[in-house]
């Protein structure tokens, strides 16, 4: 009802000299029509907006952390099926204004990937909700189109990591737990769905038992929501398809994929879709902004001012080999990892980036490039692009980045509207601009490929978040 | 014995690179010039590692010139960075004030940080000590390319790095007592020569006493360092003797603080703050340095613009461009360009390239961005040409096609700020140093080849 409401007065007429479609179509002048917060009509035609303007649909990042901020899985236990990233998110958040100031309007939130199955993330509008502050303008907050969207489970680093063998006086711990392992993560895995079996097959025969967590695995198990796997590297793609095979998935996303490009024929032949992570670049390192793991590995080994001296006056110096990290205060191990994670997250939010940094060895900035090459279907993620007070790492410059190593242009924004949209299930609703759709669209300044071009418009169901065109 | 016999052709392959016999001439669809202007249909010919002729499609090529023809392709003067710690081991000495350091003993021919560049376009990088210090020693500007530090280097002196921004662990107070003692000690130490000069105390040096007769005799025909040379010391007020000091009486890192004093070193000053500007320009001021100063900042000194402009040749933006700051009372987000405040201010601006910074590590990925948040074109290009070039003192070589200047430009395969624009060929002065064709780490990404 309160929807409603809102939509009421919300009517917007938009023209540009290019006016891309959003399934790969481009028209030439175009002006686009939005009533009530849907698209009533794009007709060819009328007075553009602004001089060499290009008009998208409202961008769809089908893989972000938005609004998702620290500690969002429960640590307690490694497996959390029912768990929803939609009653922690902070709606609100800053994270969701920065995405829609730069044209993305609609994104898959997923929860964190500490846990093995780490629960349901949503899909949500990222601007038209109702901001908690009162003082802050009526719509500045997300609204949550669907709660359980995507049920996220990890094979890789990212679940074990952190947990180690209980041992001695370190029990009293939730990381002194299972899985400390690959094989471990994978159990759990089965376990988790060889359980959520007995259960539908119990409850089909009747028995009155309950439990929210096997209820989501039956989802999955049923195809209600999707199986997301966070797979990166090549052998982890493989197990995530056996793992598919073994339980009949009916629908199985595959995030991130490192290394995909090294079993892209296995991939295509499965016809699973690929939802990549940020693009790394040359370095290894994942195209998002933020500290480098360099900088907080200098950062984490702390110096004495003068050492030198230490080895004149000190006898008890005198005898240390003078190598090269001689004088440098020793920080033990696990300090210095605890430190490596936390370090990344302060601030910022999720994404686990020890995980990413870990995994990225044969990472390649031309991955969208090499699995769209093979037929792979794929679109693009920025993750936690928008958790930085500002990056070049959102979902328009993964495309742009993905256009850079290979990608045939006009091939690039569907990966980032309709195609993300059908891979979320909303393909009749976001991701392009014709009647009936959603009243989402992003105005630019230029070719929306150009580093040089930044949104003068960006609407989400034809509310106005952000406004720069130019005064006549 | 073949191995010394090869180690000795060595030095005389470095003296032979920079100035190769064989000319080249390229014809290209387009250039773009370091202003952002366009020309179609160019030729350019290099000939001893410098642009002999730079004009239209009619430029008469000799029969014994190699041509390069580029229908398709764009010629541009390349990128450079102006001061950046990249490729070097280690960017500091754990000692503050270290003005006898020289990075030409750091920098690593071989680091993929020179590879990665040169891939990007950047063709000339302004090498300076890194931040952590207060005074931290001689920069040098080198291409990146080649397998010693000589052949990659185009200037020897760059000047000295010093920071008024603290070092890590100190206060900012300690950090401006270490220089104001650090000068302080040099003034005393020279007062009390002088006055030991004047009264004809024996106070030669430890390393002039040890000159032989046969070195002092050299060393006076060659005029080399051992030379002794009264009258050093020329900044500052008088005081008893001062005519007299020698260079030889100073220590290296003595000669290094009296050369910056005498305003014989351009200074890089490193602010991260809008604080350190005014610290370090009232520091400059007082010592009549400001007019040979580079002020190398980070976005949040975008506040002294005032402060900065028309002082010093200009500034260098350290790592990222914006600046995010929360709004103490609504708790808001507040962002800055600092880029464009600095070009509204009138202040000649550096982008930098260093890796922490936002978006691609390619300079002309950050000049798109100053385009993208409303820089004229040609401000943008300045940023990563021209203006460096200038801060060098090499904008006679460097960022431009003329006769004279240095055979050094790229070969692009579109405009240099596109995002689609590849590195094809760069040419550092009449030489290939890069071909995209035999990129093979980019090949391997490209392909998807496993390791």
């Not at chain 1, 902004?289 to 004149?312: D, M, N, V, W, Y």
């Not at chain 1, 949104?455 to 720069?468: M, N, T």
């Not at chain 2, 950046?84 to 020289?102: K, Q, V, Y």
């Not at chain 2, 025909?221 to 051992?226: K, V």
Request: aromatic share 6%; glycine share 10%; hydrophobic share 45%.
């Amino acid at each position: 009802m309160l929807s409603l409401l809102l939509f009421v007065a919300q009517s917007l007429t938009v023209t540009a000299e290019k006016v891309h479609l959003g399934d790969g179509r481009v028209l030439g002048v175009a002006t686009v029509r939005i009533d009530k917060g849907r698209i009533v009509a794009v007709t060819p035609g009328g007075d553009p907006d602004a001089d060499g303007a290009h008009l998208t649909p409202g961008l769809v990042d089908a893989y972000t952390f938005l609004g998702v901020g620290q500690e969002t899985v429960e640590h307690s236990r490694e497996i959390t099926a029912g768990h929803r990233v939609a009653d922690t998110a902070r709606l609100d958040g800053e994270s969701f204004l920065r995405a829609a100031r730069e044209g993305v309007t609609t994104a898959y939130i997923s929860p964190d990937s500490l846990n093995v199955i780490g629960g349901l993330g949503a899909i949500v509008k990222t601007y038209g909700g109702r901001p908690a502050d009162l003082f802050a303008e009526s719509g500045a907050a997300a609204r949550v189109l669907q709660p359980a969207a995507g049920l996220r489970v990890v094979i890789g680093v990212d679940a074990f990591y952190d947990n180690y063998t209980p041992s001695g006086e370190f029990t009293n711990s939730s990381h002194a737990r299972r899985p400390t392992t690959r094989m471990g993560s994978v159990w759990e895995i089965r376990n988790a769905f060889f359980t959520a079996q007995q259960y539908r097959a119990a409850r089909q025969g009747g028995a009155k038992i309950a439990d929210r967590d096997l209820d989501a695995l039956v989802a999955a198990l049923e195809g209600h929501v999707p199986v997301r796997v966070l797979a990166r590297k090549h052998h982890d793609v493989q197990t995530a398809l056996r793992l598919q095979k073994e339980f009949g998935w009916p629908r199985l996303i595959l995030e991130e994929a490192t290394e995909g490009y090294l079993v892209k024929d296995l991939l295509r032949q499965s016809g699973v879709a690929v939802v990549t992570g940020p693009a790394a670049d040359l370095r290894a390192r994942s195209v998002s902004s933020g500290p480098t793991f360099e900088q907080l590995r200098f950062a984490a080994e702390l110096k004495p001012i003068c050492c030198e001296h230490l080895h004149e006056d000190n006898p008890y110096f005198a005898h240390e080999p003078l190598d090269e990290n001689y004088g440098q205060i020793e920080i033990p191990s696990y300090l210095r990892d605890l430190f490596l994670l936390a370090a990344p997250r302060y601030g910022a939010a999720a994404g686990f980036q020890v995980g990413r940094w870990q995994e990225a060895d044969a990472s390649t900035p031309a991955l969208a490039a090499l699995l769209a090459g093979a037929g792979v279907p794929l679109v693009l993620g920025a993750g936690e692009a928008y958790d930085f007070t500002h990056s070049e790492a959102g979902a328009i410059h993964q495309a742009r980045t993905a256009v850079r190593w290979g990608l045939p242009a006009e091939q690039a924004l569907p990966l980032v509207t309709s195609r993300a949209a059908e891979l979320l299930g909303l393909g009749d609703q976001v991701g392009k601009l014709a009647a009936g759709y959603d009243g989402d669209l992003v105005l630019w300044s230029g070719d929306p490929l150009d580093p040089a071009s930044r949104p003068l418009l960006v609407a989400v169901d034809g509310r106005v978040v952000l406004d720069q065109r130019p005064k006549d | 014995m073949r191995i010394p016999a090869l180690l000795l052709s060595v030095p005389a392959l470095a003296a032979a690179l920079p100035a190769q016999d064989g000319a080249i001439a390229i014809r290209a669809g387009k250039a773009v010039l370091a202003d952002g202007s366009t020309l179609e249909n160019v030729t350019l010919v290099v000939q001893d590692g410098r642009i002999a002729v730079f004009g239209g499609a009619d430029v008469e090529i000799p029969f014994d010139v190699l041509l390069h023809e580029w229908p398709a392709a764009t010629i541009f003067p390349g990128f450079l960075e102006a001061q950046s710690s990249g490729g070097l081991d280690r960017p500091n000495e754990n000692i503050p004030i270290a003005p006898f350091l020289d990075v030409k003993d750091s920098i690593d021919p071989v680091s993929f940080f020179f590879e990665d560049a040169l891939r990007q376009g950047t063709v000339a990088l302004g090498i300076m000590p890194g931040h952590d210090t207060v005074i931290g020693g001689r920069g040098r500007v080198v291409a990146p390319t080649g397998m010693t530090v000589e052949q990659m280097t185009l200037a020897e002196n760059l000047g000295m790095k010093m920071a008024f921004g603290p070092k890590r662990g100190w206060s900012r107070s300690s950090q401006l007592a270490e220089l104001r003692e650090a000068v302080a000690g040099l003034d005393r130490s020279l007062r009390d020569h002088g006055q030991r000069l004047l009264d004809g105390e024996d106070v030669k040096s430890e390393k002039e006493r040890l000159l032989t007769a046969e070195e002092k005799k050299k060393a006076k025909d060659e005029e080399e360092p051992w030379n002794r040379v009264a009258g050093v010391v020329r900044y500052g007020e008088d005081f008893p003797g001062k005519a007299l000091i020698a260079n030889l009486d100073l220590d290296d890192g003595q000669l290094g603080l009296l050369r910056i004093l005498n305003g014989e070193e351009r200074l890089w000053v490193w602010c991260p703050t809008a604080t350190d500007v005014m610290h370090a320009k009232q520091w400059l001021e007082e010592k009549n340095l400001l007019a040979d100063t580079v002020f190398v900042v980070s976005s949040a000194a975008w506040k002294a613009a005032d402060l900065l402009a028309g002082a010093g040749l200009g500034v260098v933006i350290d790592g990222d461009p914006w600046h995010v700051e929360r709004d103490p009372i609504t708790w808001k987000e507040v962002r800055t360009f600092a880029p464009l405040k600095f070009h509204e201010a009138g202040i000649p601006f550096a982008l930098g390239s260093d890796p922490g910074r936002v978006g691609p590590d390619r300079l002309g990925y950050q000049a798109a961005l100053c385009v993208r948040e409303g820089l004229p074109r040609a401000a943008a290009l300045a940023a990563v040409a021209a203006t460096p070039a200038k801060f060098w003192g090499l904008e006679a070589r460097l960022g431009r096609f003329e006769p004279g200047a240095d055979g050094t430009f790229l070969i692009l395969d579109g405009d240099p700020l596109g995002a689609e624009t590849h590195v094809l060929e760069a040419w550092i002065r009449g030489e290939k140093a890069y071909d995209r064709t035999q990129d093979k780490r980019l090949q391997r990404l490209l392909e998807g080849r496993d390791q």
